[in-house]
């Protein structure tokens, strides 16, 4: 059974769905018509929710957009799948300009799980791994987890001898993956040559959430003759989806 409803906040939700991806950003007159009330009434709603941070209000064109709250609450919805539906365009978008298999990685609890993945229907090869746990110290998400993750600590890696040699190419060494992990905050992305399966690239960037948190990577896999000769333009590409798609999950 239906209960009574609030008018106040009847009216607040409505001017909060006054907003959308084709209207972002609106006017206080522009939401008054919306919602059909009174300038003076909307902008004693807008005042109130401004307070709070559910609304805020660009300085320069006194115009409204919804507020950092609904970033922090939306947190409270299941992070992965937040992170893949948020992420599924910029697969597709990598997946149809490069010919490639694109991938979302979750980051929980010290580890890196698969939640998504995208194949172009122009890819003629199809590519996959024996290696379940995805490692730390030899693939390109691994390493990233490694660069960013506050929870993961390179000394207790190697104390723990938590790394594994796959391939000739493997980094078994501290001192090596330090300078690896170096260049990946440098690069914004990271690369994996061959260090898990022989003859298989991987191209990574990361995913931060609020606060900077790093919570997984999109990556791409691929052969060394596929990923070397585009290497340039989609680690540039991925760079880009990287900054946007954290964004869009509210690191700034």
Known sequence: MEGKLIQSVQRAIDIINCFTEEDHE???????EKVNLSKSTVHGILSTLLKNSFIEQNPLSSYYSLGPAFMEKSFLINEDLLLKNLGRKYLEEISQKFSVTANIFSYKNKHLHLIDRVTSPNLYYSISTSVKKIPLNASASGKLALAYSEELNIDKLFENLEINKYTNTT???????????????????????????????????PVFKLKNKFIGTISVMGTKEKL?????????????????????????
């Open 26 to 32: 609106l006017s206080l007159k522009d939401i008054s």
């Open 171 to 205: 980094i078994m060494e501290k001192d090596e993956l330090l300078k690896e992990i170096d260049k990946i905050r440098k690069d914004g992305f990271s690369m994996e040559k061959s260090e898990v399966e022989e003859g298989i690239y991987c191209i990574s960037v």
């Open 228 to 252: 070397s000769k585009i290497k340039i333009n989609l680690s540039k590409e991925m760079v880009k989806v990287s900054k946007e798609l954290s964004k869009e999950l509210g690191c700034l």
